[in-house]
């Protein structure tokens, strides 16, 4: 049977980040990886973002957003089908930041999935310099995206101190509190640096299996208010770009922004950019879109558009 993995985790923890080393670990053994991209929006920036793992040993899909609840389940579990007769040794999903993980369980436990595929772990990935002040609705996210892990993994550890790490691993247990899940944290979570992984941490991970918890659920898309806003071809300047993203960030006006990403073109190179209230990356890339993704409850898309145009 074919191993699956869950790389999920709240918006802006660098699932994608995480992903990239993970494949590569399963690449550099000979294995045979697929990596599917599940997102509800329209548009992928992370598809891009994976794109120089492609190759004979690894395959990227994607199910493609701007559709219902259902309609995306159905085209979830048809690209599993496909995917499913394409040889590989470990299929590796990562969904968007707000995702309802009972959809990952119950899709691979339906016919013909659950001939095919082995559910292997869930690995969720958090942000160790974690935004303290969340609205409730967010810390019902977290919670449901804690309560399957087998491993909850932090970011970034290398640029947060002990006292940032222990605030964040603090807020995680606030969060299971508030949505009663009675789940061990301090047991599962994983500190070391990125930057400093061997074959031995990896082993560790990619063994860490998953849980069944109960927890209060409160996901309703609807309530939480939360939006995903494309714009694509907005022109944007590299000297610029920071500082309106500050503005961006820092102004309420605009909404509670979690995250802003995407990719822009100047002078023939193309730049991408992936920014959170804690950290700003900015790198060049080799191929791009002109599409700037933001992330978080209540935007004004109108405002922000202003802001960019």
Not at 108 to 129: F, H
Not at 180 to 198: A, G, R
Not at 254 to 260: D, L, N, Q, S, V
């Amino acid at each position: 049977m074919i191993k699956v993995d869950l790389i999920t985790g709240f918006l802006g923890s660098g699932k994608t980040t995480f992903l990239k080393k993970y494949a590569k670990h399963f690449i550099d053994k000979g294995q045979k990886i697929g990596i599917l991209e599940n997102d509800y929006g329209a548009v992928n920036v992370d598809m891009l973002l994976l794109n120089d793992l492609r190759g004979d040993n690894c395959e990227l899909e994607m199910v493609a957003g701007g559709c219902d609840a259902d309609c995306h389940r159905r085209r979830f579990k048809t690209k599993l089908i496909s995917m499913g007769m394409s040889g590989y040794d470990r299929v590796i999903i990562e969904p968007s930041g707000i995702f309802d993980i009972d959809e990952f369980f119950d899709s691979l436990r339906d016919e013909p999935l659950d001939r095919w595929y082995e559910i292997g772990n869930v690995i969720t990935i958090v942000d160790a310099k974690l935004e303290d002040s969340l609205s409730d609705t967010s810390d019902f996210f977290l919670a449901s995206q804690i309560a399957n892990a087998g491993i909850i993994v932090l970011s970034r550890t290398q640029l947060a101190n002990e006292d940032q790490i222990t605030a964040t691993i603090s807020h995680l247990k606030e969060a299971a509190v508030k949505s009663n899940l009675d789940k061990n944290i301090d047991d599962i979570v994983f500190t070391k640096s990125w930057d400093e992984l061997e074959d031995k941490d990896y082993d560790l991970i990619s063994n860490s299996g998953y849980t069944k918890h109960s927890y209060v659920k409160k996901l309703g898309t609807d309530d939480a208010k939360y939006k995903t806003v494309y714009f694509l071809e907005l022109p944007m300047k590299k000297d610029s770009l920071k500082d309106k993203i500050n503005t961006l960030m820092s102004d309420e006006s605009y909404g509670k922004i979690f995250r802003a990403k995407g990719f822009f073109k100047e002078d023939e190179k193309w730049y991408q950019f992936n920014v959170t209230k804690a950290d700003f990356e900015l790198s060049e890339m080799e191929i791009g879109q002109e599409v700037f993704i933001v992330i978080g409850e209540e935007i004004d898309a109108d405002k922000v558009k202003a802001l960019f145009a």
